[in-house]
């Protein structure tokens, strides 16, 4: 049987070697087991993939609602909000989106380090960029949901008004449009946020996550 250390464990697999020889991980005095028995949870990022459109932000700050609200520890990460901040020196260049998947995974494996369930709000469009992400949260807290609304639907949709201006050429490098969108090909989950509601698609999702909860 595995044990948290070996789900939960500080350090998963990293790809990229860091870039100063003179540094040292250094482990905390808190083991993974002490903060589950605290927070009473498996902490994991509930990664939400999908098209513009296709209901990310929406889903994931309900997710954080939901959790809170039935006492869990949680945060919601959304992709607008984090280029205001983390990530506003980024722009939608394939390199620059890579990086910024890069950022949000080790902010994302912080979080869950520390106990915390993290529900992220991305396009995050290439499969290789998710697939890093995933080595740095580690395989086991990385639950990969695609939110798989069709392309009609989220541009009918277009709460921001930018597939109109993708279509009118305002907007360069818009996935869907001008640039690319791999769907995953194995999720965790995958919801057709065309068919479900949201009430309906956030208890899918709670649902997988439901086992990583402890005395609630």
């Given at each position: 049987m595995e044990t948290i250390n070996e789900r939960a464990g500080t350090l998963p697999a990293r790809n990229m070697p860091v870039t100063s020889?003179?540094?040292?991980?250094?482990?905390?005095?808190?083991?993974?087991?002490?903060?589950?028995?605290?927070?009473?949870?498996?902490?994991?990022?509930?990664?939400?993939?999908?098209?513009?459109?296709?209901?990310?932000?929406?889903?994931?700050?309900?997710?954080?609602?939901?959790?809170?609200?039935?006492?869990?520890?949680?945060?919601?990460?959304?992709?607008?909000?984090?280029?205001?901040?983390?990530?506003?020196?980024?722009?939608?260049?394939?390199?620059d989106r890579t990086e910024n998947i890069r950022r949000i995974a080790e902010v994302a494996r912080l979080f869950n380090n520390a106990g915390v369930f993290v529900v992220t709000a991305f396009i995050s469009p290439y499969r290789a960029d998710r697939a890093a992400a995933r080595d740095i949260i580690g395989a086991d807290r990385f639950i990969e949901t695609h939110l798989a609304a069709g392309m009609e639907i989220c541009e009918r949709r277009d709460p921001k008004g930018l597939y109109k201006k993708a279509r009118a050429g305002e907007i360069s490098d818009f996935t869907g449009v001008s640039a690319p969108y791999?769907?995953?090909?194995?999720?965790?989950?995958?919801?057709d946020t065309g068919l479900l509601g949201v009430e309906e698609s956030v208890t899918a999702i709670l649902r997988a996550v439901r086992p990583r909860f402890r005395g609630i």
């Open positions: 020889s003179n540094i040292t991980w250094v482990e905390g005095k808190i083991a993974p087991e002490e903060r589950v028995r605290l927070l009473r949870q498996e902490a994991a990022t509930i990664w939400l993939t999908g098209l513009s459109g296709s209901g990310k932000s929406t889903l994931a700050f309900e997710i954080e609602k939901q959790l809170i609200m039935h006492g869990h520890v949680a945060y919601a990460l959304d992709g607008d909000n984090m280029r205001h901040g983390l990530n506003r020196d980024l722009g939608f260049s394939p390199r791999e769907a995953p090909e194995n999720p965790s989950l995958a919801i």
